[in-house]
């Protein structure tokens, strides 16, 4: 069986002060859930969040990270950087890196390689925006989306690696697909998974989480779907309480 993994993703919130806050608030309240528990912070507190979860059964995880070991990047961070903090695992490919930020299937590859060469875990984001959804391009877009980001990544590699389906339309709008929809178009990229691979180690191997404005509302219908794996929580990661809620679906 996949274990569940539930990540919270603070995208460009918190200070070190409110990191404390949280984390400090969070840690009793999500002790016992049994999904795997991740949240992602900004690169500044990161070190304060790994600090605090030592002991605890979150682990941390970095909201990007780039393909070089080194070099003339100004503002980026390398793999090596977040290993020397703590960090287990990094968002690759988020729908905000790809429209704001020039992210492109190829970048992404790149940093995933990069990710696993040292040792961190992905969780690699592929997504549709309600233009392509409406299009009819939602299996063109994710089969594109997941064949580039797997593009030289070995099978026994899949095992520290979680896909997390966002429609872009569903982010941080409130608008949720439905249960249905959501494990149906996870299907889709289980099913690239497997051509790619093997229908085993896609079964087997790898988690994909839905990451679409979940929330405590709406957590148990999308947990009860056979291909939900867990979420990529945006807003509610943001308060202990909510986040809490998820987890413990």
Known sequence: MRTP???GNWKMNNTIAAT???VTELIPLVKDAKAEVVICTPYTDLATAVELTKGTN???????VHWAEKGAFTGEI???MLLELGVTYVIIGHSERRQYFGETD???NARVKAALAKGLKPIICVGETL?????????EVLVRQTTEAFKDIAEDALENIVVAYEPVWAIGTGKTATAEVANDTIKIIRDTLARLYSAKS???KVRIQYGGSMNPKNVKELMAMPEIDGGLIGGASLKAVDFSLVVSY
Do not use: F, H, P, Y
């Not at 979150?58 to 990007?64: H, M, Q, R, S, W």
């Not at 233009?131 to 299996?139: A, D, I, L, M």
């Open 5 to 7: 993994i539930i990540a």
């Open 106 to 108: 190829q970048t992404v």
């Open 20 to 22: 404390k806050a949280l």
């Open 78 to 80: 390398s793999a090596d």
């Open 58 to 64: 979150i682990k941390v995880g970095a909201e990007n």
């Open 202 to 204: 896609a079964e087997e």
């Open 131 to 139: 233009e392509e959804r409406e299009g009819g391009k939602v299996e």
